[in-house]
């Protein structure tokens, strides 16, 4: 059986938390992480229409390809030394949900968490990404809250039906 976690800053805990619980053993489990390519391009783009392209050394896209892949290392160890027993990293880069949908191709279970508005039940818990990724998974997904659910008085209420006419 193939486990993926997907670790992102600030929710990953939750989704190396339930690995753990829901992963069998002897499970193999994947620690994924995706670093977009919107800053860094963003950067890259602003450096050679604003100020040239003579200077490759100077671009600060590069320098920030480099700060996020350095973090997202980081990451990937700190959720590994979390999980507590044996695991890949994989790092990619790209568009992250597609990523993301194109990691979990051939595995068994997809773990993510909830990034949205948290403090309510409902769609809007998940972020745009997310929401992208629990629609097109290939594989069955676990989707588990950063921290402790909201109550489920949350739930907006019903929208009003105009009475029926026969």
Do not use: K
């Amino acid at each position: 059986m193939t486990v993926i976690a997907w670790i992102v800053e600030g929710t990953w805990p939750a989704c190396v938390d339930a690995a753990r619980t829901h992963a069998p053993e002897g499970a193999d489990i994947m620690l994924l992480h995706v670093t977009g390519h919107d800053v860094p391009g963003a950067a890259h783009g602003a450096y050679a229409g604003l100020l040239g392209r003579g200077h490759r050394e100077r671009d600060p896209g590069t320098r920030l390809e480099n700060l996020g892949a350095e973090a997202a290392q980081q990451l990937l160890q700190a959720a590994a030394e979390h999980l507590g027993r044996p695991c890949t990293q994989l790092e990619r880069s790209g568009r992250i949900e597609r990523e993301v949908v194109a990691a979990a191709e051939n595995a068994d279970l997809l773990i993510l968490a909830r990034d949205g508005d948290r403090t309510h039940l409902g769609p809007r818990s998940l972020g745009p990404g997310s929401r992208f990724v629990v629609d097109h998974a290939p594989c069955p997904v676990l989707l588990v809250w950063p921290e402790a659910a909201p109550d489920i008085e949350s739930i907006p209420p019903p929208p009003p039906h105009p009475p029926h006419h026969r």
